[in-house]
Nanobody
Framework: QVQLVESGGGLVQPGGSLRLSCVVS????????MGWYRQAPGKERELVAH???????YYADSVQGRFTVSRPIADNTMYLQMNSLKPEDTAVYYC???????????????WGRGTQVTVSS
């Protein structure tokens, strides 16, 4: 079994910052890529940021220049530093990981349960 647990969400004023964390644990052979998604009320889940096993990154246009995704080498934790937050960033943020599991060697996507981020004055 593989588990993903997010933390770091909360209430912040516009212009403020938050740092989200996602820890992957369980029967892991390798983590191939990780990403942050978000889902606002009444909207579809969308990709916010992605980081590959080679540390290549991708950002949605809406967060480019404000958010930074990182994953220390050989670490099972991914971070999302969110600066200059806007009310439209309000959503549940989910962690996703593309994991090769032990002992099967099968590759699957796993999701965390999400952490709420609310940007409001």
């Amino acid at each position: 079994q593989v588990q993903l647990v997010e933390s770091g969400g909360g209430l912040v004023q516009p212009g403020g910052s938050l740092r989200l964390s996602c820890v992957v644990s369980g029967s892991i052979y390798s983590i191939n890529a990780m990403g942050w998604y978000r889902q606002a009320p009444g909207k579809e889940r969308e990709l916010v940021a992605h980081i590959s096993s080679g540390a290549g990154t991708y950002y949605a246009d809406s967060v480019q220049g404000r958010f930074t995704v990182s994953r220390p080498i050989a670490d099972n934790t991914m971070y999302l530093q969110m600066n200059s937050l806007k009310p439209e960033d309000t959503a549940v943020y989910y962690c996703n990981a593309d994991v090769t599991s032990r002992p099967s060697g099968k590759r699957n996507d796993f999701w965390g349960r999400g952490t709420q981020v609310t940007v409001s004055s």
